[in-house]
């Protein structure tokens, strides 16, 4: 059990304030445990900011500045998230949207919580053989990348829910900034700049999609100003009519004339009858903090309570951080919480998803005593092809809130892959998803063996896809602990458990929790993909003597997350080094 005052004088020592001397000195050889340079990948010291009033950490400066500028101007952090969301849709177009969906997570300062959908949804034309060919045939191309593959974008209407429900400011006041950034242009950073070189090739079959995200078909420079004047002129029917200046009107009418151009599903009507929907959270202990995450259609909060119930019955800091031990107790974990998200997630409007019993104690004793019977592989069998899992796109962002009254908002939303389906909207410019590649490809991929079980997960008419976002907040003892959350796939639950156990397990401060390798195990394939330098090739072959497949990789996820610092009280911005343009902004 952690002893609550270690935890906090850590905090209080703030060892996460390293001096940028010390931190280099760190990356030029000083190793955390087990040998691995822990904060070798944090950039420097200035990238971690402490604020005392609000704070918003997300994948652009500028978004994270007009979040925090919200704040300052007296917003609430539901304003600041809607802010920085319409910022991002602007200046992060691979997985920033007005055309996608994604998942808020909000706790109150008096303790309460709630969550909203606003992922997309399956159009009325939807049925579970539309990614069929015309030979009858599986088409990934028609699943993933195919009118066929958008979903009813949920994001305006999730924004325009929360601002109804939460919000303190005017609408026009969080969605005039992105305007501007739209109309104005905003400065192109290195990252943004070699990712739209390296997709300009691809860009080339989206003729509207190659001309907004090219200077004349040139790739744009750091430094070059980016301007999407269509996307600023929807962003203002946007600011002006609020959900209706996406859902009906002019933006409806030509994303369904591109939907027609294109042999799409969605129409004006599936667009009007899109609605977010408010959900309770799924929730849980770990270790006496209190675990808020997101409920059903999202995999994500499910998965990560039922694996921090298993974990808690083990002394992990015992094992050692990111020893063998500790790696083959979390894919253990890992490995029974995706064969039941497999089995059972899936849209709660549509499917009777047993949340409760996946995330209680007495299920997790269950599944402890199996690990524990050293049925390492019980839950892997072999009959079932990994081919039969869909893949998922690693793409999303996450971005983390916090105000000066302690409302905490955590927002992850998403296009699925980079740039979604690629499909810019002629004259409306925003690029709409492909996230009905999130469902299940056909029938019979999942009764054929009768082992995965993904039948509720199949499209339907107004179904929403199950995803693996996992907008996380903590707390303990009333108070807010931290903000959590990350883009990623099916990695995404597993980065937001490592950070929570690296924070209640490990003690570890926020920068190097946030830092810290990471790995990924998802039932099928049954192989561990381990974060390059996760542990030392001395212990890779320790672990493949427990019995488990290792692949490397170079990356697992960008979780900008906020923590509070439980001795003073002020918000510590962790943007994750993986994303040289993560940022933190407070006051
Ligand atoms: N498209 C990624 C997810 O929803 O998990």
Redesign the pocket.
């Known amino acids: 059990m952690i002893d609550f005052e270690t935890f906090a004088s850590r905090f209080r020592a703030r060892p996460w304030l390293l001096s940028a001397a010390a931190l280099l000195s760190l990356s030029a050889g000083g190793c955390g445990q087990n040998g691995q340079p822990a904060l070798e990948a944090v950039r420097s010291a200035q990238d971690v900011v402490e604020a005392e009033t609000g704070m918003v950490v997300s994948a652009y400066p500028d978004a994270s500045e007009i979040g925090t500028e919200v704040l300052r101007a007296g917003g609430n952090a539901v304003d600041a998230a809607i802010a920085t969301g319409f910022a991002l849709a602007v200046t992060h177009p691979t997985a920033g949207n007005i055309g996608g969906g994604g998942f808020m997570v909000i706790r109150f300062p008096d303790g309460r919580t709630t969550a909203l959908d606003f992922r997309e949804k399956a159009p009325l034309a939807a049925h579970p053989e539309m990614f069929l060919d015309e030979s009858g045939e599986y088409s990934a191309q028609v699943h993933h990348y195919s009118h066929l593959a958008v979903g009813v974008p949920g994001t305006v209407a999730g924004f325009a829910h929360a601002h109804e429900s939460y919000g303190s400011a005017e609408w026009r006041d969080l969605v005039d900034p992105a305007v501007g950034l739209a109309r104005d242009g905003f400065v192109v950073r290195e990252r943004l700049a070699r990712s739209l070189e390296r997709m300009l090739p691809r860009f080339e079959t989206y003729p509207t999609t190659h001309a907004q995200f090219s200077k004349d078909g040139s790739p744009y420079q750091p430094g070059d100003t980016l301007v999407q004047a269509d996307l600023g002129a929807t962003l203002e029917r946007i600011r002006d009519e609020g959900r209706a200046g996406f859902y009906a009107g002019t933006t409806a009418r030509l994303l369904a004339e591109e939907m027609e151009r294109g042999g799409g599903a969605i129409t004006e009507e599936d667009l009007a009858r899109y609605q977010a929907q408010e959900r309770a959270p799924v929730t849980g202990t770990y270790r006496g903090f209190d675990v808020i995450s997101m409920p059903p259609p999202s995999s994500g909060g499910t998965a990560l309570v039922e694996m921090l119930n298993v974990l808690e019955g083990w002394d992990v800091a015992a094992m050692g951080h990111n020893s063998p031990e500790h790696a083959h107790h979390l894919v253990e974990v890992m490995r029974r919480a995706f064969r039941d998200r497999a089995t059972y997630l899936a849209d709660p409007d549509f499917a009777d998803v047993p949340v409760e019993r996946l995330t209680s104690k007495e299920y997790a004793a269950e599944l402890r005593a199996v690990v524990e019977a050293g049925q390492a592989g019980a839950s892997s069998p072999e009959d079932v092809s990994a081919a039969a899992v869909a893949p998922?796109?690693a793409e999303?962002t996450h971005y983390s809130v916090v105000d000066g009254d302690g409302m905490a908002v955590s927002v992850t939303y998403?296009l699925?892959a980079g740039y979604g389906s690629m499909i810019t909207v002629p004259g409306a410019g925003f690029l709409l998803n492909n996230?009905m590649g999130?469902f299940n490809a056909r029938p019979g991929l999942t009764t054929e063996t009768g082992l995965i079980g993904t039948e509720p997960n199949l499209a339907r008419p107004e179904q929403r896809m199950l995803?693996?976002?996992t907008p996380t907040i903590l707390a303990r003892d009333g108070a807010l602990v931290a903000v959590v959350g990350s883009p990623g796939?099916r990695t995404?639950i597993n980065t937001v458990l490592q950070i929570v156990v690296n924070t209640v397990d490990f003690e570890m401060a926020p920068a190097q929790a946030v830092a810290s390798r990471r790995l990924h195990h998802q039932w099928l394939p049954n192989v561990v993909r381990l974060e390059e330098r996760y542990m030392s090739a001395e212990d890779a072959a320790v672990l493949e003597e427990m019995g488990h497949a290792i692949d490397w990789r170079s990356s697992q996820g960008i979780a900008h997350c906020i923590f509070v610092d439980p001795a003073t009280g002020a918000l510590v911005g962790v943007p994750d080094p993986r994303d040289s343009d993560g940022t933190a902004a407070g006051y």
């Open positions: 998922e796109s999303t998403t699925e996230e999130d995803s693996s976002m796939g995404i």
